[in-house]
T-cell receptor, first 113, second 111 residues
Framework: RKEVEQDPGPFNVPEGATVAFNCTYSNSASQSFFWYRQDCRKEPKLLMSVYSSGNEDGRFTAQLNRASQYISLLIRDSKLSDSATYLCVVNKDYGGSQGNLIFGKGTKLSVKP | NAGVMQNPRHLVRRRGQEARLRCSPMKGHSHVYWYRQLPEEGLKFMVYLQKENIIDESGMPKERFSAEFPKEGPSILRIQQVVRGDSAAYFC?????????FGPGTRLLVL
C-alpha cells in the first residue's frame, strides 16, 4: 500500500462548482497533515494545514479522520485560478521539527469557464 | 525576506558528468530538505540536513548521490556520474520548525 494515496483525476469542473478531493495515508503514527498546491512546472506551495477538528480558509475546507486515516479538501465556488494539482501531504515528525514530508502524487483540477 | 533560492534553475548534463545543485534557505532557517520529482510522479523525500549535519538520508540513492549543508554557504546536492534516470526536478525546502517552504527547483536533464 502506498504511503499516501490520491485519485489522480483529472477533475474537470465549471466555474462556481464545488469539488472535493480525498486522500488516504497508511502510517497511523503520522502527526501532521497538509494540502499543497502545485502549478505546472512550479514548486509546491502550502495551501493549508489539516487539523483533527477540521479547518476552513475562505473557500477551502479541510477535514481529517484519524480513525479512517483519511483526509479531504473541499473547494467551494471554484475559480479559474484554482486549476492546479493538489497534493496531499503527511509529515514524519522528528520530535517537534517537521521532518520529511510524504507526498501523494496529486489530484489534477481543471476549472473551465 | 527572500524565499528559498535554488540554482541553477535548469541544468543539462551528459551521461557520466557531475551535477551540483545549490539551495540557499530562507533567512533564519536552519533545516534544509531535498526532494526529487520524476516526470509524472509525486515528490519523493531524499535527505534532511541541518547545519553541518545530515539528519535523515533515508531517501537518498545508495550510490552517486551526496548532500551537504556547510556552516557557511548554501546546501549542495551532488550527483556523480549522472545517468538518464536522474533527469527530474529537484526541489529544496527550508524551515525553522514546522512549515516547509519550497524553492523553485532545479530541472536536471541528462542527455
Amino acid at each position: 500500500r502506498k504511503e499516501v494515496e490520491q485519485d489522480p483525476g483529472p477533475f474537470n469542473v465549471p466555474e462556481g462548482a464545488t469539488v472535493a478531493f480525498n486522500c488516504t495515508y497508511s502510517n497511523s503514527a503520522s502527526q501532521s497533515f497538509f494540502w499543497y498546491r502545485q502549478d505546472c512546472r512550479k514548486e509546491p506551495k502550502l495551501l493549508m494545514s489539516v487539523y483533527s477538528s477540521g479547518n476552513e480558509d475562505g473557500r477551502f475546507t479541510a477535514q481529517l479522520n484519524r480513525a479512517s486515516q483519511y483526509i479531504s479538501l473541499l473547494i467551494r465556488d471554484s475559480k479559474l485560478s484554482d486549476s492546479a494539482t493538489y497534493l496531499c501531504v503527511v509529515n514524519k515528525d522528528y520530535g517537534g521539527s517537521q521532518g520529511n514530508l510524504i507526498f501523494g502524487k496529486g489530484t489534477k483540477l481543471s476549472v473551465k469557464p | 525576506n527572500a524565499g528559498v533560492m535554488q540554482n541553477p534553475r535548469h541544468l543539462v548534463r551528459r551521461r557520466g558528468q557531475e551535477a551540483r545543485l545549490r539551495c540557499s534557505p530562507m533567512k533564519g532557517h536552519s533545516h534544509v530538505y531535498w526532494y526529487r520529482q520524476l516526470p509524472e510522479e509525486g515528490l519523493k523525500f531524499m535527505v534532511y540536513l541541518q547545519k553541518e549535519n545530515i539528519i535523515d538520508e533515508s531517501g537518498m540513492p545508495k550510490e552517486r548521490f551526496s548532500a551537504e549543508f556547510p556552516k557557511e554557504g548554501p546546501s549542495i546536492l551532488r550527483i556523480q556520474q549522472v545517468v538518464r534516470g536522474d533527469s527530474a526536478a529537484y526541489f529544496c525546502a527550508s524551515s525553522s520548525g514546522k512549515t516547509q517552504y519550497f524553492g523553485p527547483g532545479t530541472r536536471l536533464l541528462v542527455l
